[in-house]
């Protein structure tokens, strides 16, 4: 995967003027900060920059390896995706926000009774759910977004496809679902976790 010639621009913009906003850079290049959106989260997803709250961006480091990060992004989602959290469909708002804050996830999967994926909660839903009295007799599927409204992957496609979805979506994370049985979500992906796979590979 190789770095657009916009990207590159971006890259010698902040090696020249870090730590530099967002804004600075989309004046320097003449566009607008919505249009170099989804420049920054590949330039920070792979580690080129880093995006530093309040300070604005700064390099990183090269990558020269194009081929190699290529490699990184063409293995499966399987490998590396994290383990789903699932909450009953049952199960009230009040439950839903408990259990989003004890494991600070940032969306719970609602699954039924066969433990097949009916919907997702995420945490705006619970946040703005919050503001019923009623939360602690309402279930989540009032508030939850149901299929086939949920953006998904499978656990065989490749970390790239679910990359570019994420970017692609502005989502944050996706569930993977089992190949042989569509309906289950058998693992989550998200930016983070392709951020920290990438930079930890990267590093070796």
Partial sequence: MELSQRQLAITEIVKKNQPIS?????????????????????????????????????????????????????????????????????????????????????????????????????????????????????????VMTRLPQISTCFEDDLLLTAAEKLRTLHVDSLPVLKKSNPKVAVGKITKTRIHDYLIENIKE
């Fill in 22 to 142: 967002g804004e600075k850079i989309a004046e320097i290049l003449g566009l607008s900060r919505a249009t170099l959106r989804n420049d920054f989260s590949i330039l920070t997803m792979t580690g080129v920059l880093q995006a530093r709250p309040k300070v604005g961006y700064v390099y990183a480091g090269p990558i020269n390896q194009s081929e190699t990060l290529e490699e990184l992004l063409a293995v499966s989602v399987r490998e590396i995706m994290i383990p789903p959290l699932n909450i009953s469909q049952e199960s009230t708002i009040y439950d839903g926000i408990t259990t989003l804050f004890m494991y600070d996830v940032g969306s719970l999967y609602v699954v039924n009774d066969a433990h097949e994926l009916v919907g997702l909660l995420s945490r705006k839903d619970l946040l703005r759910a919050s503001l019923n009295k009623m939360i602690d007799k309402t279930p989540v599927t009032v």
